[in-house]
């Protein structure tokens, strides 16, 4: 309803609307809470089988041996039988080389 006169509050309306005000506030807020309590509830119920995967993952990789820890010196030696296993035609060419012209 529309007044078209400009009239003035008493007092207690003045308070009557204060109060009316905070409590819609108070049941914004709370609608608010509500939804994001329930965005969470949604959340965890979708992360909880994952989590537990997660966690039947973790047990048993502990009750499995861990696995070798690769030693430094397996990597050269790899290398060097890779290195002379190779057809190298310079270092050849180079070898005879210093041979024929000494």
Known sequence: MIDKIPRELRSEQK???RILARHVVS??????RSRELSDIRRESTRLKPELEKARAD????????APRKA????GLRSKAKKK????????STAKWSFCLFP
């Open 58 to 65: 973790l047990a048993s990789s502990r009750r499995q041996p």
């Open 27 to 32: 049941q914004f807020e709370l609608r608010r």
């Open 84 to 91: 002379h296993s190779e057809p190298q035609p310079l270092y």
């Open 15 to 17: 308070q009557a609307l």
């Open 71 to 74: 030693n430094p010196a397996d």
